[in-house]
């Protein structure tokens, strides 16, 4: 019944083997994974190439991203695709990142479907371009009914700024008598942030080696596993995803109590 999700190269710790995976699936498998898609820029360098063509590459990764956590079970994959802080790029960079979601999903929203994926969105729609807002809408509509993997991009989301709106409504509650100042609990508080339908994430994975969190998910992180790597989001890929998978799997044995059986 347990297959061996990731073979590992013997005695090296945390180094993994990319060849001839054995995989097998058994133990937890995350039931949420969230992603900050760094490094496209620094790709785009190195190649000599413009910094847009990192995110055209960014979007190619986030399809087979997408494939792969469906493959592997995974319900719900937040993307970091742009932030409330992204606005201060340039103009033409602000403008060709808020056309990549017409682009992905024109070209992938059949697949989506075949697939039951359903496309969500936290952030702000509002203040989006309305060929963004088009996009977006239209796929969470045509996708609303399935029920496989949550494809769940934050979009001109910043945490701070949805904790701040958490709090406002929440308030709005309080001064409307639906909520009393004493019964707020941080499962109200959760019933406020734009994840409230979502599991929180187990898994958090940001790629081009910045060791921060940037204004992600403050709310949700509070008990995520955090995995990091230098690689590049569009260099990332189907084995990336499944070593990251593997450490967080044995994180969970060794808080499973587990020492001393094969851990160390
Ligand atoms: C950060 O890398 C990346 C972004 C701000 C954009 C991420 C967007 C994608 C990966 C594509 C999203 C696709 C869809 C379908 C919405 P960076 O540009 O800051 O990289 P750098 O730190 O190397 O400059």
Same mark, same amino acid.
Not at 45 to 70: D, F, N, S, Y
């Given at each position: 019944m347990f297959k061996k999700l990731f073979k590992r190269n013997s005695n090296m710790g945390q180094s993994f083997s990319h060849e001839g995976e054995d995989l097998v699936m058994g133990e937890a498998i995350p039931t949420h994974i969230a992603i900050i898609m760094d490094g496209n820029?620094?790709?785009? /360098?190195?190649?000599?190439?413009?910094? %847009?063509?990192?995110?055209?590459?960014?979007?190619? =990764? %986030?399809? /087979?991203? =997408?494939?792969?956590?469906?493959?592997?079970g995974i319900k719900v994959l937040t993307l970091y695709a742009f932030s409330t802080e992204n606005w201060k790029r340039p103009k033409s960079e602000v403008e060709f990142l808020m056309r990549l979601p017409e682009q992905f999903l024109n070209s992938f929203l059949p697949e989506l479907m075949e697939r039951n994926i359903r496309v969500e969105m936290i952030g702000v729609m509002e203040t989006l371009p309305d060929y963004t807002q088009r996009a977006l809408k239209n796929a969470m509509k045509a996708t609303k009914n399935n029920t496989g993997l949550v494809l769940n991009f934050a979009m001109n989301y910043g945490g701070r700024a949805e904790i701040v709106m958490a709090m406002q409504q929440l308030m709005k509650d309080v001064e409307a008598g639906t909520l009393t100042i004493d019964e707020i609990s941080e499962q109200h508080i959760s019933q406020y942030v734009m994840t409230a339908h979502l599991p929180e994430p187990d898994l958090l994975i940001r790629t081009s080696g910045e060791v921060r969190i940037s204004n992600f998910m403050l709310w949700q992180l509070a008990y995520t596993e955090f995995w990091f790597t230098d690689t590049h989001w569009p260099d990332f890929n189907e084995a990336s995803l499944k070593e990251a998978i593997l450490v967080y799997q044995n994180r969970n044995r060794r808080f499973g109590g587990l020492k001393g059986e094969g851990t160390n």
């Open positions: 820029g620094r790709w785009a /360098k190195k190649r000599a190439l413009p910094r %847009v063509a990192g995110h055209h590459e960014g979007m190619q =990764t %986030v399809r /087979k991203i =997408t494939r792969c956590a469906c493959d592997l």
